[in-house]
DNA sequence: GATTCGTGGAA
DNA sequence: TTTCCAAGAAT
């Protein structure tokens, strides 16, 4: 059976299973607003469909375009893009936003290879942007689609190894007819049919050309290289309230690297030994006592799990540091990770 | 090729 | 509870 066998049946399944989407376009002729796309793109690298729904209405509401994106100011993406993690993406979509204005007339590029050229765009998001956007013949080559071609083929190299390999597959299957809808029906299936884990093989529109389950081993592809495991670092915040008002004091993390250029508690830096025992005075040095709290603050990062001990503070002092009040009520407006919201949390409820 | 980048939900 | 995982990119 040839390689392209799948795609007529990929595309009657997805016309008539496929999700209704924001950032796609409707069912038939009309097209999808490129800019929709390269926004839903960003959003979706990592994270899944049902978060970035609670995020993408709010932003094409703030930022209706890309010129409305990239003449704003970074800080204003951030804080929209606050709690949906990876911060660096939304750093590169407002460098991206920036450059399609500045080179491209404030229109996204319509090819793959121009695409790529754009900060925090990579070989997955050019190739789907110009697939779904452009109806460009591009492969997309997400983890949906590397487990869909592992078991199509059933390659047992693991990832990343085969990586190469199963984008090499995946070009084969390409078809040059409504390849913007073949690479979401793709990604479709393996989100909701060729899942990992267990797969729905009873539903599969493509089950007769997959050579996984005619070997009964779908269930355990792809394989994947063992992770190391996650390491614990332990700091202290610092949480001060202002006495006469309870507004809190907050600065602003550099620029790059981890949670960069987002808003942060004061404290120490993370280390991996212990820390609750530090004291206040290296790292805040007040006139008044830091009350420690009894429990810390348990928060799970992508490569490490941190335990930080909180101790918070009322004074009308102006802190020894970088940063400014806040009033309380603007907290879920600014651009605070998930962390810095906990650790705030926690202490008002005292 | 290996690491560094968040978060929340499901298994 | 712990582990795995999700429309990955940059270094």
Known sequence: MPPSS???????????????????????????????????????QQTTVATVLGYFPRFIERFPDVNALAASPLEDVLSLWAGLGYYAR???????????????????????????????????T??????IAFDEA???????????????????????????????LAATHTPQ????????????LGSRVCVSGVPRCGVCPIITSCAAQAL??????????PKTL???RHGTAFVLFRAHDDAVWLRPRPASGM?????????????????ADMAPAAYMPMAIPFTPLNKPVEHIFSHFRAVITVSTARTDEIPPDAGAWYALDTVPTLALPTVMKKILKRSIAL
């Not at 491209?104 to 090819?111: A, D, K, L, V």
């Not at 390849?179 to 793709?186: E, R, T, V």
Request: charged residues 20%; glycine residues 6%; proline residues 8%.
């Open 126 to 131: 050019a190739a789907a942007i110009a697939a």
């Open 177 to 188: 007819r409504r390849p913007g809808c073949y690479a979401q029906a793709l990604m479709d």
């Open 138 to 168: 591009a492969t997309v080559v997400d983890s949906n689609v590397e487990r869909v071609m592992a078991r199509l083929h059933n390659i047992d190299t693991p990832l990343p190894t085969a990586k190469k390999q199963l984008t090499q």
């Open 216 to 225: 009964g081993t779908a269930a355990t592809l792809p394989r994947k290289k």
């Open 259 to 275: 949670l960069g250029g987002m808003l942060e508690v004061p404290g120490t830096p993370w280390l991996e030994h212990d820390t």
């Open 90 to 124: 939304a750093r590169n979509l407002h460098k991206a936003a920036v450059a399609v204005v500045e080179h491209h007339h404030g229109r996204i590029p319509n090819t793959e290879a121009l695409l790529r050229q754009l900060p925090g765009v990579g070989a997955y």
């Open 6 to 44: 799948i795609a007529a049946p990929l595309l009657a399944w997805y016309d008539a299973h496929q999700r209704v989407l924001p950032w796609r376009a409707r069912h038939g002729t009309a097209k999808a607003n490129p800019y929709y796309v390269l926004l839903s793109e960003f959003m979706l």
């Open 230 to 232: 996650r390491p614990t």
